[in-house]
C-alpha cells in the first residue's frame, strides 16, 4: 500500500515516536511518506468555495500539492498529540483543506493514533475517536484503527514497550 502519514505533532516527542514504531513493522511491504504539516506552507481553508467548481485549492502554497499525495495514497493514518480536548491544529489545518478534493478521499483506509497527557480513559480519546468516525462515515473509509495512547514528556512513549510493540505489531499487518 501508498501510505500517507500526517504527523500532526510539531515537535519531535511522542506522536513522531508513535509513527516511526508503525512504520518500523510497515516499512517492508508498505511505500511510506510522512506529511509534516509544521514544515509546510498551508494556509488555513477559508471556506471561500472556489476549490467546488475550479480543480484544487485557490491558495498558491503547498495545499494542493500535499492534498494530491493524500488522495493519490491507499491508506491515511492521523497522528495528533491531544491538545484542548482535541486533535492539534497542524493536523486540522490539513483535513480542512481536504474538503478541496473530497470526494477523492473517498474508499481510503484510515488510522488514528492520537497521544495525550491524560490516561487513555479520558472522554479526550473518546471525543478524537468520534470525530474521526464521523469523517469516516461521510467519505466512506475504512477505519482499520483508531489508537490512543497517554504519554506526556516528551521521551514518555519512548520508554513504554508495550505500546512500542503495539505499533510495530499495527505496521506489521498493513
Ligand atoms: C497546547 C497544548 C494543549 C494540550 N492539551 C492537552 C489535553 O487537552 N489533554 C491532554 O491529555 N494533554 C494535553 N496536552 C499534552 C500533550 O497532548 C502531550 O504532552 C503529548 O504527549 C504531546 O505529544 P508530542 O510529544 O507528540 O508533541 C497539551 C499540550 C499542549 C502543548
Known sequence: MKIIIINGSARKGNTLTAINAL??????K???EVIEPDKLQIAPCKGCG?????KGCVDNDDTNPTIDKIAAADMILFTTPVYWWGMSAQLKLVIDKCYCRGLQLKNKKVGVIAVGGSPVDSIQYELINKQFDCMA??????????KS??????????????SLKEL????KNL
Open 23 to 28: 512504520i518500523k513493522g510497515a516499512s517492508e
Open 30 to 32: 508498505n511505500e511510506i
Open 50 to 54: 472556489a476549490c467546488q467548481c475550479h
Open 137 to 146: 462515515d461521510y467519505l466512506s473509509w475504512d477505519m482499520l484503527f483508531q
Open 149 to 162: 495512547y497517554y504519554a506526556s514528556e516528551k521521551t514518555d512513549l519512548a520508554k513504554d514497550e508495550n
Open 168 to 171: 510495530e505489531d499495527i505496521g
